[in-house]
């Protein structure tokens, strides 16, 4: 196999991004089935999912439409037991739909909260144990590792709170496509920062390179990096920023030889170049991201080994 169709699937997948957000958003805006402003939300979902879920969480309270908390599907503090949070509604994530830890939550609340589940997968087991389905099949994908199932999620999300996204998409064109420069492709390590509902994004970038290059990540919120994790940017290493930048933070970056990005791309499309950077550094690596080590498509625990 040669390094340029190492990856096949998830740079078809990644490429397609800017079409299939302009088709989240207008399946969005014709249906109405997400928890009513005002209720008090969880979102859960595992790995790649979970980050999408924060970002979400993050933006939904900021827009005012009421408390939303993101959790970890396996660490998810909900009221399945006396000692829970109370929630009016739970929105899951999850591409394939076959996740253990997503599924026991809502076999647990099934017919005692009502429950939300954004799927790639509309076949998938959590159809039947959900109370109300967002299916995005054209949105699915055959790499083990995510991009599109993700942001286009997300972006389903984002619209639903009125978000304008239509500069998101038209930035994104050029982010799936634009060359990689080899300062990126050779670096030695990447930190990925973010401010409000782009957290989550940098989370995800981070989990990204970390899949598909098995490279040395960091992710953070921008205003904890100067709280000690800024003493590892040096000389051959990358910082980059999704979303606001705080105040100083350039300055500090300069100090310290490291190649910071920070761009006026919308954070989505910065994210789907993320993407792309992935895919060239783990091709020239001889990695190829649809079949990463130690990873499958969907994690289903044996309860029984």
Request: charged content about 20%; overall charge negative.
């Amino acid at each position: 196999m040669s390094n340029n169709t190492l990856g096949a699937f998830m740079d078809e997948e990644l490429t397609s991004q800017p079409k299939v957000w302009q088709r989240a958003i207008e399946q969005s805006g014709a249906e109405n089935l997400l928890p009513a402003d005002g209720l008090r939300i969880a979102v859960i979902g595992c790995g790649t999912s979970w980050f999408m879920a924060q970002s979400y969480a993050a933006a939904r309270e900021s827009a005012g439409k009421g408390v939303t908390d993101a959790f970890a599907a396996s660490e998810a503090f909900l009221n399945t037991n006396s000692a829970g949070r109370r929630y009016d509604a739970v929105v899951a994530i999850t591409r394939s739909g076959t996740t253990t830890e997503v599924l026991e939550i809502l076999s647990e609340l099934k017919g005692t909260v009502p429950t939300v589940a954004i799927i790639g997968d509309i076949s998938s087991p959590i159809v039947d144990l959900a109370d109300a389905v967002i299916g995005l099949p054209y949105a699915d994908e055959r790499s083990v590792v995510q991009t599109r199932f993700a942001t286009t999620a997300l972006v389903y999300l984002l619209s639903s709170l009125g978000t304008d996204l239509t500069v998101a998409v038209a930035d994104a064109r050029n982010a799936v496509t634009a060359p990689v420069a080899n300062e990126l492709l050779n670096a030695e390590q990447f930190t990925f920062l973010g401010t409000g509902w782009t957290v989550g994004l940098a989370h995800e970038a981070g989990l990204k390179m970390r899949e598909a290059v098995q490279g040395w990540t960091e992710s953070y919120p921008a205003m904890e990096y100067r709280h000690g994790p800024i003493s590892i940017a040096a000389p051959g290493r990358v910082t980059w920023l999704f979303g606001d930048q705080p105040e100083g933070l350039e300055r500090d970056m300069a100090v310290t030889g490291a190649l910071y990005i920070h761009t006026d791309q919308h954070p989505l499309a910065e994210l789907a170049r993320v993407h792309k950077v992935t895919l060239e550094r783990a091709r020239v690596r001889g990695l190829n991201p649809d079949l990463p080590r130690n990873l499958t498509r969907s994690v289903i625990l044996d309860a029984t080994a």
